[in-house]
T-cell receptor, first 112, second 112 residues
């Protein structure tokens, strides 16, 4: 099935460090979403982006919707142990469209 | 508490059998989607229901079918189970207005 290209696949960092991950697509999306998934749970929405160039923050998280509408990035500042998990980007072609297209995920591990 | 409840949480079936997975969404969430998440991958879109009608489908064979009910609950049915059907099955719902999908915790299906 179709997926977005998400990188890096995994990250091992020290507590307190900043984190950056990104997602690219060959297709244009009108909505970008970032989710976090903990073991045994479903994805939880972190940030939703609806306009090209949009920069949105949610606490220590910041995400941007690329100008070309083919990419997005997520930054996490001053990482803490509870940030551990798998982060997924997801694209949607238009509001109300049938499906989300997900990236392969970025697994974040934090050393205390 | 996500507001989207899935049952059962875990299930083991034999190849060739049929399975029904259930999802209960929040009141007013009249759009529900089902996703299949293989180990180490991002979720893949199966299909979506809006007001009890299927209005979008991913690359899954007809033996994957669904139902949506007026009380905001839904079902995913899979016939003639194959070993590759082993995965986490996620239900996601949303309000008609802007906003990302809310996911349930999923049903872990193992086909042996």
């Amino acid at each position: 099935g179709q997926q977005l290209n998400q990188s890096p696949q995994s990250m091992f960092i020290q507590e307190g460090e900043d984190v950056s991950m990104n997602c690219t697509s060959s297709s244009i999306f009108n909505t970008w979403l970032w989710y976090k998934q903990d073991p045994g749970e479903g994805p939880v929405l972190l940030i939703a982006l609806y306009k090209a160039g949009e920069l949105t923050s949610n606490g220590r998280l910041t995400a941007q919707f690329g100008i070309t509408r083919k990419d997005s990035f997520l930054n996490i500042s001053a990482s803490i142990p509870s940030d551990v998990g798998i982060y997924f980007c997801a694209g949607q072609w238009e509001e109300g469209a049938q499906k989300l297209v997900f990236g392969q995920g970025t697994r974040l591990t934090i050393n205390p | 508490e996500t507001g989207v409840t899935q049952s059962p949480t875990h299930l083991i079936k034999t190849r060739g059998q049929q399975v029904t997975l259930r999802c209960s969404s929040q009141s007013g969430h009249n759009t529900v989607s089902w996703y299949q998440q293989a180990l180490g991958q991002g979720p893949q879109f199966i299909f979506q229901y809006y007001r009890e009608e299927e209005n979008g489908r991913g690359n899954f064979p007809p033996r994957f079918s669904g139902l949506q009910f007026p009380n905001y609950s839904s079902e995913l049915n899979v016939n003639a189970l194959e070993l590759d059907d082993s995965a986490l099955y996620l239900c996601a719902s949303r309000l008609p207005s802007l906003g990302g999908y809310t996911f349930g915790s999923g049903t872990r299906l193992t086909v042996v």
